[in-house]
């Protein structure tokens, strides 16, 4: 089976900054991204769980994106930015799929 | 003392006791996050309905605009004190001062609740408007912690992916105010005979609903505790216990000179007690991300709450039969 190569950007954000990094990623131009909840972990000498804050305003989530390599530059410069401000670490790495029309 | 007493052995406080013990023993025990949001929309519901009926019932006095009056000032007004005082007596810096006060400006909706059971039961009854009251406290302090954040530039420029006015919507429009706000208005239009129906729903189960958020409540008090308390230092807990009685007499003087009555004094003593850990956290988040979680919501929900709940309530129903006309 031919599988294309794409770029897979993966953030681990504060849940209150989600819709800020949603639009970075939209202005960026990529075509789709998933938001997942994140039940506990432990950064910053700080352990945190999601049934653990009332306010939930300490909620985590994961946002996923796949997308071309030209894209995800442009969302990295914005990124870099709102992580300066908000609570959440980055990853990006190459992944292969099978349809490339849907990224 | 009695009063005091009373209140430590009422079921809420016990169940709170029950949640604070076993987050701090490391137990395991969760109320499931989906579960707790449906029991604090009830009880929202629960107090906006009650109060909009009650309001509906009693024409609009200068006692409860002056109520109204107070609120707003309290609000604005308790930040500038609660920065200072953290500024001056903890190693807090300028970001997480401002973010903190802000929660001391707002009010705590479930201490009010069990203050409002507590003011009742010593035969003093409070005004249904301040419920409003209480909503409208939310967020002016906000606003003064943003100024006070900004004075010395220290909430930065705006923050990548920010747009305007979400952090207005995050304020005004946050489930808490449009829940409470809007259980207001519908009280308010439905009045007595039309609250009789639901009554069964929002009156007879209240306090058994109250128990199970306040077990919530004390599950989450104590794991914020365990997990955030290293990041205060002694001059800042200290804070967290001594900012309530600080708000309390303003409150206090505030009432006497305004000439409330004594059910009003004790609720609206007990709203500027309270510390925000719902609505104002998150607007934090939006406003001012570079203070740290950890610290104002240690304070405000692992400190000032359960010392509120357990010895403030009976002081300041107390303050408040002390100062009310």
């Known amino acids: ?103 | 003392m009695a009063m005091a007493l009373e209140t430590l052995s009422s079921p809420i406080i016990l169940f709170f006791a029950l949640g604070l013990l076993a987050a701090l023993a490391r137990s395991e025990m969760t109320v499931p996050e989906a579960f707790a949001k449906g029991l604090a929309i009830y009880l929202m519901m629960a107090i906006g309905l009650k109060g909009g009926v009650e309001m509906a019932a009693n024409p609009l006095t200068g006692e409860v605009i002056r109520a109204f009056g107070a609120g707003i000032v309290l609000s604005f007004a308790l930040p500038l004190v609660a920065f200072a005082a953290l500024r001056l007596t903890s190693g807090i810096d300028r970001v997480d001062a401002a973010a903190s006060a802000a929660h001391y400006g707002s009010i705590s909706i479930v201490t009010f609740v069990a203050a409002t059971e507590v003011v009742q039961a010593t035969g003093l009854m409070p005004g249904g408007h301040l419920v409003a009251v209480a909503a409208v406290m939310e967020t002016p302090a906000i606003i003064t912690a943003l100024l006070l954040a900004r004075q010395a530039n220290a909430a930065g420029g705006p923050v990548a992916g920010s747009e305007r006015g979400e952090l207005l919507r995050e304020v005004m429009l946050n489930a808490s105010v449009v829940v409470l706000v809007g259980a207001l208005i519908v009280g308010w239009i439905i009045g007595p005979e039309g609250f009789e129906p639901t009554k069964p729903f929002f009156v007879a189960p209240f306090q058994g609903v109250l128990c199970l958020f306040l077990l919530d409540m004390g599950l989450s008090a104590g794991r914020g505790l365990r997990q955030g308390w290293r990041q205060l230092d002694v001059g800042a807990i200290t804070f967290g216990l001594y900012m309530p009685l600080i708000s309390a007499a303003v409150a206090a003087a505030l009432c006497w000179v305004l000439a409330l009555a004594p059910g009003d004094s004790a609720l609206l003593i007990t709203l500027a007690a309270s510390a925000s850990y719902i609505a104002v956290p998150a607007a934090m988040r939006l406003a001012l991300p570079k203070a740290k979680p950890a610290i104002y919501l240690t304070l405000s929900l692992g400190v000032t709450f359960p010392f509120n709940l357990t010895f403030g309530i009976p002081l300041y129903t107390a303050m408040g039969q002390w100062v009310g006309s």
């Open chain 1, 1 to 103: 089976m031919k599988l294309y190569e794409k770029q897979r950007l993966e953030i681990i954000l504060e849940r209150m900054a989600a819709k800020r990094a949603g639009r970075i990623l939209e202005a960026a131009g990529v075509s789709g991204y998933t938001v997942l909840p994140a039940l506990a972990g432990f950064g910053g000498e700080t352990k945190w769980q999601r049934d653990a804050d009332i306010s939930a305003s300490r909620d985590m989530v994961v946002m996923v994106v796949i997308a071309d390599a030209a894209e995800i530059d442009v969302a990295l410069d914005q990124m870099q930015d709102l992580l300066a401000d908000h609570i959440g670490v980055l990853n990006v790495s190459t992944v292969q799929v099978m349809r490339p029309d849907l990224f």
